[in-house]
């Protein structure tokens, strides 16, 4: 599966912008994908707990935004959603398109807890 190793990537991204920001921990990682990334959304939600395991990415929220196929026709200069497995462009059918989106897996944003929610000062007698 490789979706656990994809999961620690991630991780480890998320870390290094908590420790550059000094937040303690991790609330939520966001993250889009497209459906020719070969990744399995599904496999994903359930490697995310395991890999954020012992890291400031535990008990995290992971998000996922899928985002569509697109192609753009270097006949009529169209740029358009397209079938996953039909790339032709759809409106005048010409079959040497170019993948313009669709194949991502991007780090999208990174929720931080701050360091004063984290740890409250208690107040003084």
Same mark, same amino acid.
């Given at each position: ?26 609330? !939520? ?43 753009? !026709?270097?006949? !009529? ?14 409106? !005048? ?33």
């Amino acid at each position: 599966m490789h979706e656990l190793s994809l999961c620690r990537s991630l991780i480890r991204q998320a870390s290094r912008v908590a420790a550059e920001h000094g937040a303690p921990r991790i609330r !939520c990682v966001s993250v889009r994908i497209g459906p020719l990334s070969g990744v399995e959304v599904e496999l994903m939600r359930e490697a995310f707990p395991l890999a954020s395991r012992d890291t400031p990415a535990e008990g995290a929220r992971l998000e996922i935004a899928t985002s569509p196929v697109r192609v753009h !026709c270097p006949r !009529c200069g169209q740029e358009a959603e397209a079938r996953v497995n039909d790339l032709t462009c759809p409106r !005048c059918g010409h079959w040497q398109t170019r993948l313009t989106g669709g194949d991502e897996l991007l780090l999208v944003s990174v929720d931080l807890a701050s360091p004063s929610t984290e740890f409250p000062v208690p107040s003084s007698p």
